[in-house]
């Protein structure tokens, strides 16, 4: 692949937009479901928790995090506003229920008051950061306390064999992450690697680790 086409994928990846972004979304979607459910099962949903989604992408897997428990509300954020008409546009039902909310952000500031959720999550999303102990510091804002903060990305050996994340992509292992979060006041409660089987671009399975760490304020 050329280089232009490299750098275009990854930016897709950060911020999707147009006919490729949506078709992107999907593939995204399908990738990371695993990872996905995975993050969720580790919040230990209760009934009636108010969850924060960092970065939902096309939001497919939104009516499995409301199969955890009940009277759930859910709020995700995105920096794309394709992704944000995409996810309102999946999830219609739960949105004219009052059930699911989404919103655009700048990527920085979360634009809630402090202590509005039990619960927040977010999935591949670490390699975008633009400034990751703020963005952290901003997570930590809106917890309860005792909330938990589920953060869930490929690790770095894998992601470095993919050639398109040399462009807009900052690599995390489980090391780099973890001095990360001792930057910032949460408290790792636990930490997870498992490798699963991923379809490649060209269609043939391979290995991904990815890690979960569970955070609480």
């Excluded at 897709?12 to 979304?25: C, D, F, R, T, V």
């Excluded at 952000?105 to 633009?130: H, L």
């Amino acid at each position: 692949m050329k280089q232009e086409e490299l750098q275009a994928i990854a930016s897709q990846l950060k911020h999707p937009s147009g006919e490729k972004g949506i078709e992107m979304a999907n593939m995204m979607n399908e990738t990371n479901i695993n990872m996905t459910k995975h993050s969720i099962q580790n919040l230990n949903i209760s009934n009636e928790n108010r969850i924060l989604e960092v970065g939902h992408g096309n939001a497919g897997h939104v009516e499995f995090l409301f199969e955890q428990a009940e009277k759930l509300k859910y709020y995700g954020l995105e920096m794309s506003e394709l992704m944000f008409q995409e996810a309102r546009q999946i999830n219609r039902n739960f949105v004219s229920q009052k059930q699911a909310f989404f919103s655009i952000y700048d990527g920085n500031t979360i634009p809630f008051e402090d202590g509005s959720f039990d619960k927040i999550f977010t999935v591949n999303t670490i390699y975008f950061w633009q400034k990751p102990e703020e963005l952290l510091s901003e997570i930590y804002r809106v917890l309860k306390s005792n909330g938990t903060f589920c953060l869930t990305f490929a690790e770095e050996d894998f992601m470095k064999t993919l050639p398109f994340t040399q462009y807009e992509f900052e690599l995390y292992s489980t090391q780099k992450a973890q001095e990360l979060i001792k930057k910032s006041e949460f408290k790792i409660v636990y930490t997870e690697t498992q490798t699963e089987k991923v379809k490649s671009k060209t269609g043939e399975l391979v290995d991904r680790a990815f890690t979960t760490i569970v955070l609480e304020k």
